[in-house]
């Protein structure tokens, strides 16, 4: 036989051998590929779990706070002005409806949590002078999708309105709040503003439940679906809220 046929022969084996091998690995690593793919998704899907536990365990915590502290605060309202108390007491039945019932729910419709919010200022403004300057502007698109649709966190805009109210110069001349509620193009806003009193704030050993749980809820429900600012323009305070409740619930439905 020909060397060269030999060698030729050989090299052949040799080649069809390390094919084989490189098979056989490739093979290999893509089942541990699949393995370590469903593993992943497995674990993904335990975290989701997970976080979604601590996140309604977290939530459960704040809001057996926060209503407590409201209630309390609506009653010292009423008390303040007993000749007014069968007007804010219509108004608190329907305040007390709301937090009884829909805020046990995970969402409420945002025109039920603007009804609410109505009632609750209706309440404050009994500790206001008739001279005082209150606005309360509701800009709403009935017509979109979402307005009437359970997206929205109860209780979600007490924290800015009633900051108004405990921070505001009620009995000042000058002084004034001004509450915009606004919905459209499926994004909720609120905005408040106030003239900042120029009396030095009456210090509280417990306090700011309320501001503390607002940011807490916002990241913990809408995370990146939401913006609140905070600021003083011209001795005038300023928070705005909003929040986009259609890529919210795109997002929901996307990872459902």
Known sequence: MNPNSTLTIEYSYIFT?????????????WIKLVKAEKEKKVTETRFRQVE??????????????????L??????????????????????????????????????????????????????????????ELKVKT??????????QSVLAPLISIDLIENA????????????????FEFKNN????????????KPPIKKDKGGIGSETLEQRLNIIYKGNFKLERFIEENVYIATLKIDLLEHKNKMLTAG
């Open 71 to 132: 209630f309390k605060n609506i009653l010292n309202s009423i008390q303040s002005h007993a000749y007014q108390t069968y007007f804010a007491l219509d108004k608190l039945a329907n305040v007390l409806d709301y937090i009884l019932y829909e805020s046990k729910n995970k969402f409420v419709t945002p025109k039920e949590e603007i009804e609410f919010a109505l009632n609750l200022i209706e309440i404050n403004k009994i500790k206001i002078s008739p001279l005082f």
């Open 165 to 180: 109210f405990k921070h505001a110069d009620l009995q000042s001349e000058d002084s004034f709040i001004s509450i915009i």
């Open 17 to 29: 051998g390390i094919i084989l091998i490189l098979a056989v690995a490739c093979a290999f690593l």
């Open 139 to 148: 800009k709403i698109d009935e017509s979109e999708p979402l307005y009437g």
């Open 52 to 69: 979604g536990q601590i996140n309604s365990l977290q939530l459960e915590t704040l809001e057996s706070r926060l209503n407590p502290h």
């Open 187 to 198: 994004v909720f806003s609120l905005t408040v503003s106030n003239k900042i009193s120029g």
